[in-house]
């Protein structure tokens, strides 16, 4: 009786405390409160060697299940140890044992199938050392309520709308809706949108809130995961699983012109061809991050941590085997791998080692080239170091130990705690890598590391190849046909680079495109020399002369330039009282053959204006020079500058004829004021300035005006023989003065390297 006594004394302590030590065996104790344990030690001192005990937490709300929750865990070694058992007794199911490292938090509460909906706790130690210990927090959940997630819109939206895909193209932002099925709302507690929160995950990024908005920068499938805890800080037991397929371009191999240097006037033929490239929904997870692994501070440790969100999983799914994880990889460099700690934690709290440091053993080495430096040099290449449970052989720090090897080369290792530490992890969620300094010695980097699954551990590997929906080349000037809407025959006539475009749009609505370029030679260059297309001379006449007579022969050549005109597009611009227009005219090229500004055959223009004596009108080249082509002239004449043009090689100057000027005449300032220097490229912009100064308010039209460029060459002349009365060998018309018949022949060189021979008898 003076036990049972003590015991509702006890009770009715803990229940007006709320806090317990575990010192002895507290047998059942019936609470909804939150209630704090510690172990023997209590919050400040350690726990004791060689305990051996149990207490068991049951809900004294009706349908509640108790949960415990780690706040503090520093237990001594692997022999200290706590189990946790699905019942109010140790008979019941094993929930789980923790121990020295394998958890830093947990939360456990009883199952679902545990009617009574208690925990039993046992703690043991031996006698081998103690440490700071434990602290744990029991209270009562209620069972939760079903909660499903539910998409309620998108932007774009699925196609279908019911379980259909999100199609894009890359850099697309999509915003999603989401909200909350309550199918037993106030069966227990009350449920609401209100009261719930929302975390959407997607493509390794997390969002709070309803409705949020992510952008897809790279090709790829992802699934969008809503994640719903409610009140009770139960969650949906469904996975969302809207898809997005993020369209790859496709690989334009095979595009391809039949020739890709040719000369002007060729014929090229040019062949689109493309592929759609395969995606697949992503798997595992990668992040990269360099982060610098700080030194430790002096008697002290630092750990500095870096995760991955992994979704794609089933809900609730977790580690079953260890190869349904593939591998863990980090790609780094530390100056010591013996004072490092590099942890593994899965989203249920689990940890295990997959490097320990090996301080005291006087094994260490590099992780990572030697001259790679931390905070003291700027990051440079790591090694990457992977851990497999299938993995065979030794651990870094084994391989380190072996003689002669002072760096860890990358590749496999063994790690050194089992993948079996992982068991009965959840997939989806939060995995954590925690990289621990022992010591105030070294520093390294951590640049990005990885966990990869095998495709067997998903649910399925979905893939998508994007659907062609057009092909074409763009128009271009010198297409001459097409064949289908992939094949096309082009001609160009103009020499330098010519870009042809092939563009395609896929079923997603992305278009994409490749560009082909056709080096165009002209017809001056020496691969290309059509002599024929530069210049001629018509057939030189024999003739007769009388014994001690002399006559003049004349060699001629008929230029074969074609004339390269560029027209002003703007036509009908007006030209206002008191006001300057300023007409701008492109030159883009003079080919087939280049030219200079020297080479500028003709400024034509037309003008209609009822008083033409109020205009100036100048011409300003691309170098910024300007000529004065006709100032106050035409007077009494309306319009008389329709059809007229200007032309250094014109006899009549327009200061001198007589209006309307319909023809062509010499400008009133030289041509050689814009072509003071030779060999000037005419590219660029041309200006035709047209000032009306006069005083009768009276506007015209600028209807047109037209830049025409021809190409001149330097010719060279050789007659022989020059022993037969030739007056000069190197001029177009010598005297001759044969003192018998004899034949004569020319030889005419232009300056693009033609030559043309003729003959003729005296």
């Excluded at 090229?268 to 798997?283: H, K, P």
């Excluded at 030794?394 to 496999?412: H, K, Q, W």
Aim: hydrophobic content about 35%; charged content about 10%; glycine content about 8%.
């Amino acid at each position: 009786m003076k036990q049972i006594f003590l015991f509702f004394i006890l009770l009715f302590t803990i229940n007006l405390n709320a806090q317990i030590l575990l010192n002895t065996n507290l047998g059942q104790i019936d609470t909804c409160n939150n209630v704090i344990i510690y172990d023997s030690g209590g919050q400040n001192s350690s726990y004791g060697m060689n305990e051996n005990y149990t207490v068991t937490f049951c809900p004294t709300t009706p349908n509640a299940r108790i949960q415990l929750e780690v706040l503090l865990w520093d237990i001594n070694d692997q022999f200290d140890l706590m189990c946790l058992y699905d019942g109010n007794s140790t008979s019941a199911p094993l929930l789980n044992c923790f121990a020295h490292g394998s958890v830093t938090s947990f939360t456990n509460p009883a199952s679902v199938n545990n009617t009574s909906g208690c925990i039993t706790i046992t703690w043991t130690t031996n006698g081998s050392g103690t440490a700071q210990g434990w602290t744990i927090e029991a209270s009562c959940q209620l069972p939760c309520q079903q909660i499903t997630s539910v998409l309620t819109s998108a932007t774009p939206a699925p196609v279908p709308l019911n379980n259909g895909y999100i199609d894009i193209c890359p850099n697309e932002t999509v915003t999603f809706s989401g909200q909350g099925s309550y199918p037993e709302n106030n069966l227990l507690y009350a449920q609401a949108d209100s009261t719930s929160t929302f975390v959407w995950t997607i493509g390794g990024v997390q969002y709070s809130g309803q409705t949020v908005s992510h952008q897809f920068p790279n090709p790829g499938g992802y699934k969008v995961q809503l994640e719903i805890t409610d009140a009770q800080g139960c969650k949906n037991t469904t996975s969302l699983d809207q898809r997005v397929r993020v369209a790859p371009p496709p690989i334009f191999t095979g595009t391809t012109a039949n020739q890709n240097t040719i000369c002007v006037g060729d014929t090229v033929i040019l062949q689109g061809f493309l592929n759609q490239q395969t995606e697949n929904f992503a798997t595992g997870g990668f992040q990269v991050d360099t982060i610098l692994l700080e030194d430790a501070p002096q008697n002290s440790s630092l750990t500095q941590t870096t995760t991955i969100i992994i979704d794609g999983f089933l809900p609730g799914q977790t580690l079953n085997n260890v190869n349904e994880l593939g591998s863990v990889c980090a790609t780094l460099e530390h100056d010591r791998s013996d004072q490092i700690d590099i942890e593994l934690v899965c989203p249920s709290g689990q940890i295990m080692l997959l490097h320990q440091n090996a301080l005291g053993t006087g094994n260490y080495g590099f992780l990572g080239p030697q001259t790679a430096g931390g905070s003291y040099l700027p990051p440079q290449a790591g090694y990457t170091y992977c851990w497999t449970p299938t993995a065979v052989g030794n651990t870094i720090t084994d391989t380190i130990a072996l003689p002669s090897v002072f760096i860890a080369p990358p590749g496999i290792y063994v790690p050194d705690q089992s993948f079996t530490n992982l068991l009965g992890c959840e997939l989806n969620g939060i995995w954590t890598l925690n990289i621990t300094d022992n010591l105030h010695q070294g520093d390294g980097y951590l640049y990005n590391w990885g966990i990869g699954f095998p495709a067997s551990t998903y649910p399925s590997t979905e893939s998508f190849v994007p659907q062609t929906i057009t092909r074409q080349w763009l128009p271009h000037s010198s297409i001459i046909s097409n064949i289908g809407d992939s094949i096309i025959t082009v001609v160009p006539t103009e020499a330098g680079t010519v870009a042809y475009t092939f563009m395609t749009t896929n079923d997603y609505g992305c278009s994409y495109d490749t560009t082909i370029t056709v080096n165009v030679t002209p017809l001056t260059d020496g691969v290309c020399r059509d002599c024929d297309s530069v210049f001629t001379i018509p057939h030189l006449q024999d003739t007769t002369i009388c014994m001690g007579g002399s006559v003049n022969i004349h060699a001629s050549v008929v230029d074969k330039f074609p004339i390269r005109s560029f027209t002003y597009a703007a036509s009908g611009q007006p030209i206002l009282t008191g006001d300057t227009l300023h007409a701008k005219l492109s030159v883009t090229n003079t080919f087939p053959f280049p030219m200079t500004t020297n080479e500028l055959e003709s400024v034509c223009l037309d003008i209609d204006h009822d008083n033409p004596e109020d205009l100036d009108i100048y011409l300003r080249a691309p170098t910024g020079l300007r000529i004065e082509l006709s100032t106050d002239n035409g007077v009494g004449t309306p319009n008389a500058y329709a059809n007229t043009c200007f032309s250094p090689t014109a006899t009549t100057n327009i200061t001198t004829a007589t209006p309307p000027y319909t023809g062509t005449y010499l400008p009133e300032q030289s041509f050689n004021l814009i072509n003071i220097v030779n060999n000037i490229n005419p590219i660029g912009i041309w200006i035709l300035e047209i000032r009306e100064d006069g005083n009768f308010l009276s506007d015209g039209v600028l209807k047109s005006w037209t830049l025409n460029f021809k190409n001149q060459h330097t010719l060279t002349y050789v007659w022989t023989p020059n022993t037969t009365g030739l007056s000069c060998t190197n001029c177009p018309n010598p005297t001759v003065t044969p003192t018998t018949t004899a034949n004569y022949i020319v030889a005419i060189q232009s300056s693009y390297g033609c030559i043309k021979r003729d003959t003729m008898t005296v």
